[in-house]
């Protein structure tokens, strides 16, 4: 990522940003929870990208480098933390689970001033509680290096409807696929169905950020039946994708 900021402090505030909004390359010497209460966010890392709706916060640890894109219209809300406070011990970035008391917590500590207040002492510190005790989820889509996994990246990532098996792309690609399947286990972590399927819920998200009809969005990230789309979308993100822009 070129052109790097640097911002010593990590901010506590929140941000509206327009659909397709993007903030650039930097980093912080302090850790950072960053929650879309409207639309969806991803953030981005020469690792790949990690994407989180309105039941998900994405925690940025310190000296990470990383962008933000809006998908939809996006309420941002950035909660800095030091960086002797880690309440999970991550130094990577991970996506948590935000349950109703969390969301509210995140929403009451970034829409008011950042002040030192007991009142704000005590919503921080039930804040940490709450982070400790927040699942993580595997919302992550892992970006390759390798060139010839590069190569079947990008081609779904241009259509995630794309049916083909793993051996079809391969041949295009320079690669047999065994050496393919091997290269998804080593570099991204997972098996090539399942980073597809994190792929085509990246999309989704997006679409559905930009009111596409549900029907529409199961078709274009080629799932077989918009019920297989809800159902596999309500297991990832705990709510159904009808209800994803009426979300409180």
């Known amino acids: 990522m070129p052109d790097i900021r640097h911002y010593p402090e990590a901010p506590t505030r929140t941000r509206a940003m327009a659909p397709g909004e993007h903030i650039e390359a930097h980093r ?16 981005t890392t020469d690792a790949g990208t990690w994407f989180a709706p309105g039941t998900r916060a ?32 991550l130094d990577t970035p991970t996506v948590l689970s935000v349950e109703p008391l969390l969301r509210e917590l995140i929403l009451a500590c970034t829409l008011g001033p950042e002040d030192d207040t007991p009142e704000r002492l005590r919503l921080r510190a039930v804040l940490l509680d ?44 320079g690669a047999g696929q065994r050496t393919l399947s091997r ?44 019920s297989a789309f809800i159902d596999v979308f309500r297991r990832a993100f705990g709510y159904t994708p009808g209800t994803h822009n009426r979300r409180p």
């Open 130 to 173: 709450r982070l400790r005790a927040s699942p993580q989820q595997p919302v992550h889509l892992p970006a390759p290096t390798d060139p010839r996994l590069k190569a079947v990246c990008d081609m779904l990532h241009h259509d995630p409807a794309d049916p083909r098996t793993l051996a079809e792309p391969a041949a295009g690609a």
């Open 183 to 226: 290269l998804f286990r080593s570099e991204l972590g997972m098996t090539f169905p399942q980073w597809r399927t994190q792929l085509r819920l990246y999309h989704a998200l997006r679409m559905l950020a930009d009111d596409i009809p549900v029907t529409s969005v199961a078709q274009r990230c080629g799932w077989s039946s918009t």
């Open 28 to 43: 912080h010497d302090d850790h950072q929870v960053v929650y879309a209460g409207s639309g969806v966010l991803a953030v």
């Open 58 to 89: 994405i925690w940025v640890p310190a000296g990470c480098v990383h962008a933000h894109r809006a998908h939809g219209h996006l309420a941002l809300h950035l909660l800095g933390l030091p960086v002797d406070t880690n309440p999970l011990g």
